[in-house]
Each structure stands twice: as C-alpha cells, then as structure tokens.
C-alpha cells in the first residue's frame, strides 16, 4: 500500500519522530520555575500580601511563558502501549500512517498522514492493506471515529469483541492525536465538516481499495463526520452507528434556554480564543500533573480501566499544536451551536441502516433522536439509550454497545 505498515512492538515510524529540539531543555525549564514558584511562596508566608501578590505575578507571568513540550513522541509510546497490551488479548494490531495525496494537500507545507490502526483477531486473514480483495476479505470492516480532544486509543475497550465480528479501523481524524496538522483555512465553497471528511475518503481510498461498502461509527464529534462523510459519499456506508450524535439536529432553542451569565460566558471565551491549549498553558508546568489529576478524577466517566489508556488520553490532552480544536471551533458559533447542522440533509442519507446511541446522563439530548427519525424515515433505524450512562457510554457499558452494533 501506499502507507506504511508497522506491526506494534517492531520498529517505529520514522514520520512520528518529530521531538522539538527544544524539548530537551524542558526540565531545566520547568525546575527553574517551579524553584522561583516555591521561593515566591515562601516569601508571602514570611513577607505578607504584597509578596504574595509578587508571587502570583510572577507564576501568571512565568505561565505566560511556559512553552508545552511537544508530546507527539510521548504520544507514540502512550499509543503503542495500549495497542500492545491488546495482544494478550488475541488481538493483531497494525499500524498504517497513510499519506494523503491531492489538491486539497498541496498548500499543506509537508506531508499530511492520517494515522490508523487495523486491528484483527490474531488468528484470522489479514484485513486490509497492500493487494487486498475482496474475496480475500472474510469479515465486514468497521471504522471507528473518534470525538473532540479524543484519539483511536480510546476504543481499546471495543475492540477485543468487535474483531471477532469485524475487520476493525480505528483512525485519528485529521488535526487529531497522531494524525497531521494542515493548515486549516475557510473557503466559502466549501463546507467545514470537508476537512475531515476529504481526508477520511482519502485514506480509505488508500487502505480499503475495491472494498464498495464499509461500517462506521462515531462518537461525539466522530458521529458528526461520520454522518457528513456518509451524506457526501451515499451507499458507501452500510451501517452507520453514532453515539452521542452532535451536529444533526439545530441546538440554537437549547442555547437560548440557558442562563445568560453562561451565555455571556460562552460569547466571551470563544471571543477571546478560549481553548484547551490555552488552558493548558496558562497551568505552566503544572499542566500534566493537573491534567492527569483531572483524568483520574474522571476514570468512571471515561470508561477507563487501564493505567495505558490513562496514559494515553494525558498525553492526547497535552496536545497544543494541533490544527483539530481550530477546525472545531470553526464549525461553531456560540450564538446558534453548529454552523452547518446536517438536519436538511438527512433525507438524502443513503445507508443500510442507522443506529442513534445515547446515555440519559449525558449532555447530548436522546429527545433528539426523534427528529433525526422523522428525516430518516427511508433508514432502517435503531435508537438506543443507555441509562445511567454519560457522555462515553461506548467505553462505560461497551458490552452491551458493542453487542448492540454486532445485532443491528
């Protein structure tokens, strides 16, 4: 193929090596400040207020300052670990950095890959890759898409039971964990939602050739392309499974309910560039002691269960370089929600059939199903709501999801 394959535990991909030479002179960095941070402190409890307030200037200043280590490579090896400890559960995992070829790469300033990894049962036909077909193929594919701030490691949990039924695909969608960063600039010919999705039916043309039909599934964010990519490229897609569905269906009566101090809020922190990467600048060296706190602090809402996945999703956080937040905050506006809603274009999905997945704990309303239904009414259709579930109901009661996508 024209990617590269990599099976876990052999040699890495030269293309992911790309540690800023800066990186080095981290630790120098960061103890010098965490020494003037401690010495500040020092100095209010034995001088009082005004040091006090020296101090918090001058952390807000070294904060300011404070330059994130590039983590592509502790990304990789947080990655690698998942994807490793997968195969002590019968699972193959290869990995396949795919170069993305064309007109809408050209101005990109380097190459552009998508990352992915084809995972299989350990005793079944290679999926995939150079010179397959389709009578080579012994099982359907599956492709799994990821939501905002997230990465292909966070379906570990999935994957052991979907690769029994399935040849399974998880991609980093571009501007996204391992995936590149192009620059991301608005043509009004085109829709916001096509940076993803170019990319997506760029890589699958790449991987998957002369396969007519695959299976999808989104989550958050993930549902939003996958819906998108199944709209711009109609009977390609049989099953098209999103949990926690957003970008479907109008928020703008939602947003207007809520009170206005959080609206003003809103208004003011997307004004401002608000986003994780500033938040996590403004923590200065404290940013990956915070992060994995807050990570911890939320393992039951993830639907974590292993110190790998743990790993891998601080180290997915500690991302700031990456183009995937701008392209999100692109598509929406804080007045009205979503800039480009698919609602009015749900008539014309063409797919074998659609399964809405939602978890009553979750912010994403399952009332919206409803009207999903009412412009899909052509789509054989499942709705199913996990309750007492939230926001990652695909990780949290993956049993019951990963059977609900086997049965539909």
């Known amino acids: 193929m024209a990617g590269t394959d990599v099976i876990y535990n052999a040699a890495d991909h030269p293309q992911s090596r790309r540690l800023m030479r800066t990186a080095r002179y981290t630790p120098v960095i960061a103890s010098v400040i965490v020494l003037g941070c401690v010495g500040a402190a020092w100095a209010a409890y034995k001088l009082g207020a005004w040091a006090a307030a020296l101090s918090a200037a001058a952390y807000a200043a070294a904060s300011l300052l404070w330059k994130l280590p590039e983590a592509e490579e502790a990304l990789e090896r947080a990655e690698d670990a998942v994807f490793a400890a997968l195969r002590t559960r019968g699972v193959a995992c290869t990995r396949h ?7 809408e790469w050209a101005d990109s ?87 993803w999705v170019d990319a997506l039916h760029c890589w699958r043309q790449t991987v998957l050739p002369g396969v007519p039909q695959i299976n999808m599934v989104g989550h958050s964010l993930g549902s939003y392309v996958a819906a998108a990519y199944a709209l711009a490229y109609p009977c390609t897609v049989n099953q098209l499974a999103l949990a926690a569905p957003v970008g479907l269906v109008p928020v703008e009566e939602q947003i207007n309910e809520l009170n206005l101090i959080i609206r003003l809020s809103m208004r003011f922190l997307y004004a401002i560039g608000g986003s994780r990467s500033m938040a996590l600048r403004a923590l200065g060296p404290m940013a990956r002691f915070v992060t994995k706190a807050v990570i911890l602090g939320r393992k039951k809402w993830y639907g974590i269960d292993s110190a790998e996945v743990v790993e891998y999703v601080v180290q997915l956080q500690m991302l700031t370089n990456k183009t995937g937040d701008a392209v999100f905050r692109a598509a929406i506006d804080p007045r009205v929600g979503w800039r480009e809603p698919l609602f009015d274009k749900l008539p014309t999905l063409c797919v074998g059939s659609l399964v809405l997945v939602y978890g009553t704990d979750d912010f994403v309303d399952h009332a919206d199903a409803a009207r999903i239904i009412q412009q899909t009414t052509h789509v054989p259709t499942t709705v199913k709501v996990f309750h007492n579930e939230g926001h990652h109901m695909f990780s949290t009661a993956y049993s019951s999801f990963n059977d609900l996508l086997v049965s539909s």
Do not use: Q
């Open 109 to 195: 300033g380097g190459p552009v890959y998508v990352n992915s990894v084809c995972c299989r049962a350990a005793n079944a036909p290679a999926a995939g890759g150079s010179g397959a077909t389709p009578s080579r193929r012994k099982k359907p594919v599956l492709v799994l898409i990821h939501g905002l701030a997230a990465g292909l490691g966070m379906w570990a949990k999935n994957i052991p039971d979907l690769v029994e039924r399935f040849d399974v695909w998880c991609v980093d969608l571009l501007g996204f964990g391992r995936s590149s960063s192009p620059k991301f600039e608005r043509h009004p010919e085109k829709s916001i939602v096509s940076f």
């Open 97 to 103: 950095m795919v170069p993305l070829s064309g007109p």
